[in-house]
């Protein structure tokens, strides 16, 4: 059973900076892709940074440049370094570790952590 568990979030004016943390335990890397997705109040969840079983990140569009995706395999924790923060990134972030199929990730089919709110004011 894989068990996600996010830390790091607060509240910031624009241009700060905030570290998210994800302690997985249950996880094999071989096994699955992980990432980070928010949703704010009244969206639709989406994709913000991911790591697949290979190690390749990906990012969304929307962060790219500003926000940095990593792990620490030993210690079995995901991280998301985001800087330059805007109001619009203001949502919930959530931890995921979705299934990996050999070519690509399957979020359909994984877990989620509870989430860490992040809040940017302008």
């Known amino acids: 059973q894989v068990q996600l568990v996010e830390s790091g979030g607060g509240s910031v004016q624009a241009g700060g900076s905030l570290r998210l943390s994800c302690a997985a335990s249950?996880?094999?890397?071989?096994?699955?892709?992980i990432g980070w997705f928010r949703q704010a109040p009244g969206k639709e969840r989406e994709g913000v940074a991911n790591?697949?079983?290979?190690?390749?990140?990906s990012y969304a569009d929307s962060v790219k440049g500003r926000f940095t995706i990593s792990q620490d395999r030993a210690k079995n924790s995901l991280y998301l370094q985001m800087n330059s923060l805007k109001p619009e990134d203001t949502a919930m972030y959530y931890c995921?570790?979705?299934?990996?199929?050999?070519?690509?990730?399957?979020?359909?089919?994984?877990?989620w952590g509870q989430g860490t709110q992040v809040t940017v004011s302008s």
């Open positions: 995921m570790a979705g299934r990996w199929r050999g070519s690509w990730c399957d979020w359909d089919v994984g877990y």
């Open positions: 790591i697949d079983a290979y190690g390749r990140t």
């Open positions: 249950g996880y094999r890397f071989s096994s699955y892709c």
